[in-house]
T-cell receptor, first 115, second 115 residues
């Protein structure tokens, strides 16, 4: 079955510290992977996406993610977090030829920033 | 910028009431989606539409219906609201039908409480 797992429900990091949010997926075909961010009171915004090519992808707001096919992972990273990064982060997976309606979202990781 | 506007940010309704959630997008996207967001469950697809007057069931359509009379507008209808429909509802649109080629643009959400 196709699925996305975000094992960390809630993470707290200090401002200026590095961040890694984990995402594991199960998908039968070539996966297309996304990270979305939801700031408090807002809708979801795309941070970055991986379709093919370089397995390290850069996104907005200084985020990057690395696709590791052997580990079925697509972890999100940021070298130094800012208080404004406090939000909920969703990993999602779709298929190259599958409908947008088949995008599967993880359950989300809530990020808190310690001053 | 793409803008997806959900008309009501917060609603409080009583059990048995008919509820309309409206969503309008301004980028001429053909594809529109309604999701439900609950803590620990991520986003679950209720209904989607790829064209005017077209609708397809998502993963959790029970208790909901939709209307797409104009390209820019996609409405979610709760015919008889129940307390288990208390949730955050997110509307999204996309230019591409295939998940691998585009991103979803989300509205800010409508938080519905059913008493």
């Amino acid at each position: 079955a196709q699925s996305v797992t975000q094992p960390d429900i809630h993470i707290t990091v200090s401002e200026g510290a590095s961040l890694e949010l984990r995402c594991n997926y199960s998908y039968g075909a070539t996966p297309y992977l996304f990270w979305y961010v939801q700031s408090p009171g807002q809708g979801l915004q795309l941070l970055l996406k991986y379709f093919s090519g370089d397995t390290l992808v850069q996104g907005i707001k200084g985020f990057e993610a690395e696709f590791k096919r052997s580990q079925s992972s697509f972890n999100l990273r940021k070298p130094s977090v800012h208080w404004s990064d406090a939000a909920e982060y969703f990993c999602a997976v779709g298929g190259m030829r599958s409908s947008a309606s088949k995008i599967i979202f993880g359950s989300g990781t809530r990020l808190s920033i310690r001053p | 910028d793409v803008k997806v506007t959900q008309s009501s940010r917060y609603l409080v309704k009583r059990t048995g009431e008919k509820v309309f959630l409206e969503c309008v997008q301004d980028m001429d996207h053909e594809n529109m989606f309604w999701y439900r967001q609950d803590p620990g469950l991520g986003l679950r697809l209720i209904y989607f539409s790829y064209d005017v007057k077209m609708k397809e069931k998502g993963d959790i359509p029970e208790g909901y219906s939709v209307s797409r009379e104009k390209k820019e507008r996609f409405s979610l209808i709760l015919e008889s609201a129940s307390t288990n429909q208390t949730s955050m509802y997110l509307c999204a649109s996309s230019f591409y039908r295939v998940s691998g080629t585009g991103e979803l643009f989300f509205g800010e959400g409508s938080r519905l409480t059913v008493l």
